[in-house]
Structure formats: structure tokens, C-alpha cells
């Protein structure tokens, strides 16, 4: 086990913490969780590549605990109110397809390899950036109005034109177009 795979493993254990205190009403430690597992991220991250600490493992559970970090928070904000309920199902939705998706093109036997196209990095940094400004404004008792919409319209755009994106990649590796041949590496 490595030492980034720790780290991920306890930002997998972070989530049900920041959770609960957003359940509670407690923002100020929700924020604080939310930073904390943010850091841990990068922090991983760099300790995975500058000391080869890259690991299979690693490359499943990184991603893993980012999403059900990013998707505890948005539900839970969706779910009290903070964030449009439009967002969220989309949010879910889009990720939901994408796990439909890999599965179903696996059962196929034409198991399809997921790369983060720009889009969704830029998707992903925008709902991080939601979500720790609607936790900073509730931890800080702060309003950004003209920040928080601006987000939340930014966020619903990208989470569409990622889905679409991953579509049309989808459906073009399913049918065999713009696929390499089997002697490419």
C-alpha cells in the first residue's frame, strides 16, 4: 500500500465526516473537510509522481473519492436547498451514464477506456469551486451573490457539454469508428 493510496483512502473516509456536519448545520467544519480533502488530493497526487508512487489502485481510487466527494456535496446541498435541484440531477445524471456506459460497453466485450476530456476537468473545477464557496459563504456567514449563480449556470453548461462530449465519444468507440487498429499500441 502507498502512501497516496492512504491519503485517498482516508479522503474516502472524509466524505461521510463532511457530510454529517452538513447534515448538522456545522459549515464551518463541513469547509474545513471540504479544504482538507481538496489539499489531500493535490497532495497525492505530487507524492505519486515525484517519488513513483503510481499504482493501479491508485488510478481507480483517486477518482473514486474525488466523485463521491464532489457528488455527497452537491446532493447534500440540493437536498437543503443550497443548490438548484436542476443542477444536481444533472450532475448525477451525467455521472450515472458515464458508469452505465463503461459497464455496458465491458459486458459487450468492447470495454471502452475513460479519458478525461478538457471539458470535464474544466467541468470539475467549476463544481469544486461551487462547492467551496457556497461552504465558505455558509461557513462565513458571507454572500457572493453575483459569484454563486455565475457558477452554478457555468457548472450546468460544462456538466452538459461533458456528458455530450462523452457520448459522442461512447457511441464512436461502440461502433468501431475512430478506433486504431488491433496492431497499434
Known amino acids: ?49 515525484r517519488y513513483n508512487q503510481q499504482s493501479r489502485l491508485g488510478a481507480y481510487l483517486d477518482p473514486m473519492a474525488d466523485k463521491l466527494l464532489l457528488v455527497s456535496v452537491f446532493v447534500v446541498m440540493g437536498f437543503i436547498g443550497q443548490l438548484p435541484l436542476w443542477l444536481v440531477v444533472t450532475m448525477v445524471s451525467r455521472d450515472a451514464l458515464i458508469v452505465c456506459a463503461v459497464l455496458l460497453s465491458t459486458v459487450m466485450a468492447h470495454p471502452v477506456e475513460i479519458k478525461p476530456f478538457l471539458v470535464s476537468k474544466a467541468n470539475t473545477a467549476v463544481q469544486i469551486v461551487l462547492a467551496a464557496v457556497v461552504l465558505g459563504e455558509l461557513a462565513f456567514a458571507v454572500h457572493l451573490d453575483p459569484l454563486r449563480p455565475a457558477l452554478i449556470l457555468l457548472s450546468g453548461v460544462l456538466t452538459v457539454a461533458s456528458a455530450a462530449a462523452y457520448l459522442v465519444a461512447w457511441l464512436r468507440h461502440m461502433s468501431g469508428y475512430g478506433e486504431s487498429s488491433k496492431t497499434d499500441t
Open 1 to 49: 500500500m502507498t502512501i497516496p493510496n492512504l491519503i485517498t483512502i482516508l479522503r474516502l473516509i472524509l466524505v461521510p465526516a463532511v457530510v454529517l456536519a452538513m447534515l448538522q448545520a456545522h459549515w464551518d467544519w463541513a469547509f474545513a473537510g471540504f479544504v482538507v480533502a481538496g489539499v489531500s488530493d493535490g497532495v497525492d497526487g505530487f507524492i505519486a509522481r
